[in-house]
């Protein structure tokens, strides 16, 4: 039984550069999110999919911010121009449908933690 | 909108006492509710869930919290600690049966043990 899977888990980068991340749902999951994490806070919703399809985004996701599930499989959280407030832990889950088995929550991976210099 | 407020950013128990972690919500809707323990560097783990139903929910690890409508409180608790309880602790919401059930989560508890 495979989990929900983020890579790298380690980013370092320095000011101005573009990060992508990666995240793979578990398979039978069509709802897969993005959250942030700052040190010391919960996380942040930023954007959800349902399929291929962004449903939601949350006004944490600046124009530098970029989110794509082209196959309603795996998703990519591109960051362009990175700034230092950028630094944090995302997190993504995944969940069922509504009727598919879903009880409400939210499975998460184990994240992939940002560091800008 | 939801919100949560979990009372206390850092809780410090010895081994072998109670646990007592306080989370608050706010929801217009019936709320799904939910406690996740985080380790260092790793996601968050589900320890347990309200969704309808008994108010008493019990979770993994020795954990329970009991939602209680009138306090709009969903503490938790464990009986014994163990060292290994040493974590973060984050309460989150979902408004039952909306399209995204995004959670909304506490700004967390750090939980130390004391030998």
């Known amino acids: 039984d495979t989990g929900v899977s983020q890579d790298p888990r380690h980013k370092i980068t320095k000011r101005g550069q573009n990060v992508t991340f990666r995240c793979d749902p578990i398979?039978?999951?069509?709802?897969l999110y993005w959250y942030r994490q700052t040190l010391g806070q919960g996380p942040e919703f930023l954007t959800y999919f349902q399929n291929e399809a962004q449903l939601e985004k949350s006004r944490l996701l600046s124009d530098r911010f970029s989110a794509e599930r082209p196959k309603g499989s795996f998703s990519t959280l591109e960051i362009q121009r990175t700034e230092q407030g950028d630094s944090a832990m995302y997190l993504c889950a995944s969940s069922p449908d509504i009727g598919q088995g879903n009880t409400g929550e939210l499975f998460f991976g184990e994240g992939s933690r940002l560091t800008v210099l | 909108a939801q919100s949560v407020t979990q009372l206390g950013s850092h809780v410090s128990v010895s081994e072998g006492a109670l646990v007592l972690l306080r989370c608050n919500y706010s929801s217009s809707v019936p709320p799904y509710l939910f406690w996740y323990v985080q380790y260092p560097n790793q996601g968050l783990q589900l320890l347990l869930k309200?969704?309808?139903?008994?108010?008493l929910v019990k979770g993994i690890n020795g954990f329970e919290a009991e939602f209680k409508k009138s306090e709009t409180s969903f503490h938790l608790t464990k009986p014994s600690a163990h060292m290994s309880d040493a974590a973060e602790y984050f309460c989150a919401v979902s408004e039952a049966g909306q399209g995204a059930q995004k959670l909304v989560f506490g700004q967390g508890t750090r939980l130390t043990i004391n030998p």
């Open positions: 398979s039978e999951h069509n709802r």
């Open positions: 309200y969704t309808t139903g008994a108010t």
